[in-house]
């Protein structure tokens, strides 16, 4: 696995880390990473029920097709996002 080496990306997820940090949000977990297609990439992050979250992807402007999946911890998935 090889961390994502685009400044553009990198550039932008700054800016919105920047962004978020002004609003008080703060990062519980990061991953940059150069994803493969057709090959998923797990991130885990605790998070605690009551609590609100915002998640961030981030993703390369030439990629065809993208999908984010998460599952709760019963492995249950909760939200399915597929952009074209």
Do not use: H
């Not at 797990?42 to 609590?51: D, E, H, I, K």
């Amino acid at each position: 696995m090889q961390e994502c080496n685009n400044p553009d990306i990198k550039r932008q997820a700054d800016s919105v880390k920047q962004l978020y940090a002004r609003d008080g949000f703060q990062v519980i977990r990061e991953t940059s990473i150069a994803m493969e297609s057709e090959y998923e990439m797990p991130v885990v992050a605790p998070l605690q029920q009551g609590s609100w979250y915002q998640f961030v992807f981030i993703g390369d402007y030439s990629s065809r097709m993208y999908e984010v999946r998460m599952y709760d911890w019963d492995e249950k998935m909760v939200v399915y996002q597929k952009k074209m």
